[in-house]
Each structure stands twice: as C-alpha cells, then as structure tokens.
C-alpha cells in the first residue's frame, strides 16, 4: 500500500472512532509501522476526527522526526509494544469512556482485565492486561509494557485509556472497538453474577482459531 493511502487509512479510522465518541477532542493516537522500520503517527494535540494525512508524523526506525508536525507525546508506549511484539504492525491508543472506567475498578486483575464474556472479545482483543497510572507521555508507561514481554496484545493504563495492538491497522482498530464494548458489558452486568465462557469454550476457541492467550487460572471478578 502507498504511502498516501496508509495516510488516507489513518485518518478514516481516527475520524471513525472520533465520530463515534470513543476518543473525545485531540484525545487518542494512531500509530503504523511501516516495512523499513519507521512510523506513521498522529500529531501531539491533533484531534482524531480532523486528521490531515500531510501532517502526520513520520519518523524513521529510530524514532526521529522525518517529516510532519510533531508527533504524539505517547511515543514511548506505542515504542514499547512495537519492541516487545513482533507482530504488532499497528497500535491504537484511545480515551473511551468504558474502558477507562473499568481500570478504576478495585477488583480488577491486572493480568486479565476483563474475563471471557464473548467469543470475540477473546478472538479480537485476546486477554487484556491492566498497568498503573502513570502521568500522559511518562516514559515509565514504556517500562512497564515491557514488563509484559509482549504477551498482550490489549493493555490499559489505569486511569487513561486501552493501548492495542494489531497486525494491521483494521485489526488494531477492530480489537479496540470489542474491547470497548466488552468493558461496557462488564460494567453493566457487574455484580449480577453472569455467565461467562467456560474454561472447555474458551479452550474451544484456542483450538479452533489458534489464539495466543496468556492464559491464568484465577479469573475471579466477583
């Protein structure tokens, strides 16, 4: 794909997902890996919704500034995921509503946010994995995604917002809405005791479509 039309990708899922209010004013980035190692990524204060693909950030395999306007300040956890997943070829950060409020949860586990309500959720978004705050743009947010050497595709910052990978930029933005979505069915049906998938499903589902879970015993959410 050209580089106009990666461009032309970026800012047609950002104004999506603006529109769709799952990432309010210049809250939310985007950011594409490209095959000789650099970046595309959106501009620091830039709104999702009003992208334009000659102002995007272009940075080379080290992380300098090619072209654009200045990029993100959240550099440093799209780094962090790129570094620990190989596979990872898009990353998607965003402020929704849901999945912010699941991190402020007192009972969420840390290594799996979010048990297996949905086939796709699983399929999608994979296990999730739940970090500490830490202030916008810290550099320490890179040190603790390393922490999980790669094994989530799905991690939220407490208190901030989902930080998701894929290995397309659809994939990326695919994984973000499910997980939006589960952390919705999560809160509304928090403390009504629901049935989740059973271990046997959720083994089913591995079998099945070949998902690399980080799988951990105690899925215990009461």
């Not at 919705?184 to 049906?189: E, R, V």
């Amino acid at each position: 794909m050209s580089d106009a039309r990666l461009r032309e990708e970026i800012c047609r899922y950002g104004r999506s997902l603006f529109e769709r209010g799952l990432t309010p004013g210049s809250s939310g980035n985007i950011s594409l890996r490209l095959d000789d190692g650099g970046w595309l990524v959106t501009p620091t204060n830039a709104s999702l919704g009003f992208l334009d693909p000659a102002r995007l950030s272009r940075l080379d395999a080290a992380g300098a500034l090619v072209s654009g306007h200045t990029p993100t300040k959240e550099i440093p956890l799209h780094s962090a995921i790129y570094e620990t997943r190989a596979s990872a070829r898009a990353v998607v950060h965003l402020h929704s509503t849901h999945a912010v409020a699941l991190t402020m949860l007192p009972e969420i586990d840390p290594r799996a946010a979010l048990p297996p309500m949905t086939p796709y959720y699983l399929m999608r978004s994979g296990q999730t994995a739940l970090v500490p705050y830490y202030r916008p743009g810290d550099p320490a947010v890179a040190d603790a995604i390393r922490g999980l050497a790669g094994k989530y595709s799905s991690v939220l910052l407490a208190n901030h917002g989902p930080v998701v990978a894929g290995d397309s930029l659809e994939a990326a933005v695919f994984a973000t809405e499910e997980l939006e979505e589960t952390a919705k069915l999560y809160l509304l049906l928090r403390n009504l005791n629901p049935r989740y998938l059973s271990p046997a499903q959720v083994a089913d589902l591995v079998t099945t479509f070949g998902l690399d879970l980080p799988f951990h015993e105690d899925h215990d959410h009461k």
